[in-house]
């Protein structure tokens, strides 16, 4: 039998890890610049969060969450997403009561069942923002802001962020309206999933990137001119901050997002201005998603990026390569007692902080010389049979090939010397 990942998911092996460990330290200097504080939640969680939070009639909840039932009888998820676990730690933990605006990031794994290709797993891993109690529209921006400002610090060219507004309780059901009666008009050449999407939840028909579909809804009327006084205010501000900020944002009226919980503005980020291969990113406002998981009311706004997605674009594009290992110093043992003596020996070097490398399992010490060029190590040491006897070793410099013989209770020394540590 050959046992092999399950379908979507994957190992992380070293390159794949360097790379996401690379994207989430430029993400943590930027949250610990614009002072976000880090939270983890579980993994599981009630699956009531996310039917209410993500919304019943949303892709996530419908067909793509991992859920279970425990021995105890309790219904949990795997997070297909982090937004409704921040929101019910923020209420659970009376974050409500500190001063406002609370501003969180996060990182960590999602699970979404969703057909696996390109650049979508099932497992994936995303970073994200959340500031909740403010209801500005500069923080909006700010969360825009944070999220261009990751990419860019990791040389991704070309960004775009399109944005949309999509209202609120107060003019949003009038728009829905507006719409359905729009759409009904081309109730028979909308696709199979529009057709029932227009009962349900009308909006993401013009998310559908079915071209017939795409066709109905550029005839639709559009919600930017349905916006209350507010919702419009809130978005002209909004795109003056971006247009100060500098950040190059496209405005697409038919970016609705899959997630129910979203009120005013929305957005993605991609790469040339292209979502088809899937955003990098994306976010908005929430106001009412705090008191629809029981807290009281309280403005909100945030955004995830994509790391699984970014990891990709930069191995493309950019070539990057797993930087080459290195060693100042190689141990070369050649012989039974040398190994064992060397033992105790790689531990004095580990506890002086020195980068040093050996290969227990090879005899040969050209083979082992090869390895310590390899490294670019500055110093061989070499410890034979005779040398262990005598408790001694040879130190090789190996740009000039040099030897001499040191004691090993000085050899620690010798090296830091040589490498005129400390
Ligand atoms: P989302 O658009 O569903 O938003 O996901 C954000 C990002 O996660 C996507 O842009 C994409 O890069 C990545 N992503 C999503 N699904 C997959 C997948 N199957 N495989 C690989 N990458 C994927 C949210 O999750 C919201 N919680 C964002 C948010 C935070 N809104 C407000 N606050």
Known sequence: MKYQTASGMRDL?????ILFNKITKAAEKIADFYRFKKIETPL??????????????????????????????????????????????????GMQALPKPVNLWYAGPCFRYERPQAGRFRQFYQLGFETLGA???????????????????????????????????????????????????SFNSLCQDCKKRLKKN????????????????RACPQILDHLCRDCHNHFKALLEFLESAGIPFALNPYLVRGLDYYTKTVFEISQDASLSQGSLGGGGRYDDLVKLLGGKPTPACGAALGIDRIA?????????????????????????LAKQKSLALLEEFRKANINLAQTMNKDSLSGQLKMAAKLEAKISLIFGHQEALKSEIILREMSS??????????????????????
């Open 13 to 17: 092996l070293e390159n794949d890890l």
């Open 44 to 93: 599981l969680e009630n699956s009531e969060i996310f039917e209410k939070g993500t919304g019943l009639f949303t892709d996530i909840v419908e067909k793509e969450m991992f859920s279970l039932v425990t021995k105890g009888g309790d219904r949990l998820t795997l997070r297909p997403e982090f937004t409704p676990s921040v929101v019910r730690s923020y209420i659970e933990n």
């Open 135 to 185: 209801e500005e529209p500069v923080i909006d921006s700010l969360i825009i802001l944070v999220c261009y400002g990751i990419l860019d610090s990791l040389g991704i060219k070309n960004l775009t962020v399109q944005v949309n507004s999509i209202g609120c309780s107060a003019c949003r059901p009038y728009f829905k309206k507006v719409l359905v009666s729009s759409l009904k008009k």
């Open 202 to 217: 009308p909006l993401r028909v013009l998310d559908c990137k079915e071209e017939k579909c795409e066709r109905i809804k």
């Open 312 to 336: 990709l674009l930069l191995k493309k594009e950019k070539n990057e390569l797993v930087p080459q290992e290195k060693a100042d110093v190689f141990l070369a043992q050649v012989g039974e």
């Open 401 to 422: 090939g040099k030897q001499k013989i040191t004691t090993l209770n000085k050899v620690v020394a010798e090296v830091k010397k040589q490498l005129k540590m400390g």
